[in-house]
């Protein structure tokens, strides 16, 4: 006889990158520094000790592993083929599903299972247990969608849930507050049921003792844990019962040893998972072969709810209400309620079906953890934040606004005429007027209150677009407002920022178009700026693939250094990493590829310029450039091409670890 030990860790992060100053970025977390902590070690444990165990890894994190850190990858599909993992499905962008409805919760989890099959080779039908964000239960807004036989596994069989949630609010007998007052010991709790209306979805419970005393440090999680897995193996024992199950289930940076969860976790986990292996009346299993030999217990009622501390200690409520309809969150929900109209306003227009995608996919991760607000203490805690929408929260939804700016875009591409146009307007909704230009290569669109960069540049031509400059869905830290230089890390550079002056306001001086040539001239008025009076021309002429821009500097600023972010396809990025993209040199010319586009600069003729060392090499889903003068006019051209011919590029290099945390 022995107890059967399901060990599930969550690892949730956004497309994070390396080099923030208020927390670790994704080198660290990943345990890449060989410090004895991060996700790395926590899958190093359970090979050396031969533990089974069962893993989420969010879309967001998956893609942001496969630009920064692929070998990481390598570790997880090794485990896989041995056979210790099993993998748990969630969304791609860790939205709170009961507030959307099903087409977008449908594309979350496609895109969570598309992501499982590219990177990790898994089979999506093979992803059958689930991991609704931030264990939010709605059985009547997410059974359907999670059930739909369209999804690329088939529809899900299992969901993981906090034990608590199999008791209502008004039990008599033992209603859930009373459960999380006292905690009494149920076999029930341990349990598989199938969820009363829920299309034959069953319910793995999360036992709430073990979730707060793994990986055990003092001697109350000890006694916590042992007298929780004795207590099920006495049941079994007296019972005859071979149908409990005990699972512990959380965070992946808990026993990781990352942030605030305490840098002790890898030791106090690597002490507990050789206790199991010592222990032979204990055996850690994976969920989905599990209960694949266990009969159901019955059916149960689970009415909408979450883990204890979100629903009352973080305020959020049961169903999260309080938080998704707070007051202070409104503009947010706003502003993705905008966006998501206006890309299927333009849709139903005719838009171009690639770059849809692409502001589809800025629709999913612009709700991440969806109205998040701080809770007053615990590792995500802040007293001082308490009870606010969380910065790096309001900065994710704010940005949403950006898919519409894709699907301007999109539309372009199909309603494009001969001649090139210019306009001057508002396309992102964030009380800033952007400069527009487009012809039938491109669609451009210039800040003029951000240092005048391009930050969003697209090619329309051929059978399907692409962006080629801005990666809108990487991570942008706690900086909300939109087009604004980042500076640390400096993860969005768009193209033309110019160094040291990325953050000046220009104005729009003039501007000319007719049937052949677009030109608008945008002049420095930054006060106390050395680049003050500077002038940029951009000019977009009919047919062209490439945007010049003609810069005339003020007297004084004798020298000048220009940067460039470039993201060829960077839908293709985001889904296949960094092996996707190769480098472009050719005399006078550099850029970079994925697939058949390419994106580059050059000089114009007779400017003079020499290529620079960036700040830095990457960024998240792009790479940069760095071009300088020391005259006092010149020109540059940034543009695409299409049908590179594998000669004429090579391989981007990978950073080392160094490299890639600064």
């Known amino acids: 006889m022995y107890t059967s030990l399901a060990l599930v860790h969550h690892a949730n992060q956004y497309l994070i990158t390396n080099g923030y100053d208020n927390r670790e970025g994704l080198h660290a977390l990943l345990g890449a520094s060989g410090n004895g902590s991060g996700l790395a070690q926590v899958l190093n444990l359970h090979a050396r000790y031969k533990l089974p165990f069962n893993l989420h890894i969010s879309g ?60 990790l080779g898994i089979d999506p039908v093979k992803v059958k247990t689930f991991w609704p964000p931030e264990r939010v239960w709605d059985t009547r807004r997410m059974a359907a969608v999670l059930r739909d036989d369209g999804l690329l596994n088939g529809g899900y069989r299992y969901v993981i849930l906090d034990d608590r949630l199999l008791l209502s609010p008004d039990d008599p007998l033992l209603p859930r507050h009373e459960y999380d007052e006292k905690q009494p010991w149920s076999a029930d709790l341990h349990r598989i049921w199938q969820i009363e209306g829920g299309r034959g979805l069953l319910v793995f419970p999360i036992g709430t003792r073990l979730r707060r005393s793994i990986p055990p440090g003092r001697q109350d999680d000890w006694m916590a844990v042992r007298s929780e897995l004795e207590a099920l193996l006495v049941q079994a024992a007296d019972q005859g019962e071979r149908n409990l199950l005990a699972v512990y289930a959380d965070d992946m940076e808990k026993v990781s040893g990352i942030g605030e969860w305490g840098r002790e976790g ?60 707070a007051p202070d969150w409104a503009p947010y929900r ?23 995608a692409l502001a ?20 995500h805690g802040d007293p001082e934040r308490h009870g606010r929408a969380s910065p790096w929260a309001r900065a994710l939804t704010s940005h949403s606004r950006q898919a519409a700016v894709t699907a301007e875009a999109a539309h372009w591409m199909r309603h494009k005429g001969t001649a090139p146009e210019i306009e001057i307007r508002d396309i992102d909704q964030d009380g800033e007027q952007e400069l527009i230009l487009k012809n039938q290569e491109l669609f451009v669109v210039v800040t003029p209150g951000w240092g ?25 830290n706690w900086l909300e407002e939109m087009n604004r230089y980042m500076d640390v890390p400096r993860n969005h550079p768009g193209a033309f920022a110019d160094v040291g002056f990325e953050h000046d306001r220009y104005t729009v001086e003039c501007q000319r178009r007719d049937s052949e040539v677009v030109v608008a001239r945008l002049r420095n008025v930054e006060e106390g700026s050395a680049a003050r009076g500077l002038t940029k021309e951009f000019i977009l ?36 990493g960094s092996q996707a993209l190769q480098a472009i040199r050719r005399p006078g010319l550099r850029g970079f590829a994925s697939d058949e586009l390419g994106v580059w600069v050059r000089g114009g003729r007779g400017s003079d310029l020499r290529w620079q060392r960036p700040f830095q090499k990457f960024f998240g889903h ?41």
Not at 360 to 379: F, I, M, S, Y
Not at 452 to 476: T, Y
């Open 60 to 119: 967001t994190l998956l893609e942001a592993i496969a630009w920064h850190e692929p070998s990481f990858l390598k570790q997880v599909r090794t485990l896989l083929e041995s056979g210790l993992v099993d993998l748990v499905g969630s969304c791609y962008g860790q939205n709170i599903m009961r507030f959307f409805g099903p087409e977008y919760n449908r594309k979350q989890l496609n895109e969570e299972l598309r992501l499982y099959q590219v990177h």
């Open 360 to 379: 589809d996919k800025q629709l999913l991760v612009g709700n991440w953890e969806t109205a998040w607000h701080t809770p007053p203490r615990g590792p």
């Open 266 to 325: 890898p030791q106090r986990f690597e002490a507990f998972l050789d206790w199991l292996s010592q222990n032979q009346w204990v055996r850690a299993v994976k969920l989905t072969e599990w209960a694949a030999q266990t009969k159901v217990a019955g059916t149960c009622k689970i009415e909408t709810g979450t883990f204890e501390e979100l629903a009352n200690h973080f305020d959020a409520g049961e169903g999260y209400e309080r938080w998704y309809l």
């Open 541 to 576: 002429e009919a047919r062209r693939p490439w945007l010049a821009i003609r810069y005339s500097l003020p007297p004084g600023l004798r020298r000048l250094a220009t940067e460039f972010g470039l993201s060829p396809d960077y839908l293709n990025l985001l889904r296949s």
């Open 452 to 476: 005048a960069r391009v930050v969003a540049m697209f090619s329309v031509s051929g059978e399907q677009g692409a962006m080629v400059v801005g990666n809108p869905c990487d991570d942008w």
């Open 622 to 662: 792009g790479c940069m450039l760095r071009l300088a003068s020391t005259r006092p006019e010149f020109e540059i051209h940034l543009g695409v091409s299409r049908g590179l011919a594998p000669a004429r590029s090579s391989p981007v290099a990978r950073r080392t670890p160094a490299e890639a945390a600064v």
């Open 334 to 356: 706003w502003y993705f309620q905008w966006a998501e109209n206006r890309v299927r306003e333009l849709v139903a227009q005719d838009a171009d079906e690639a770059l849809i």
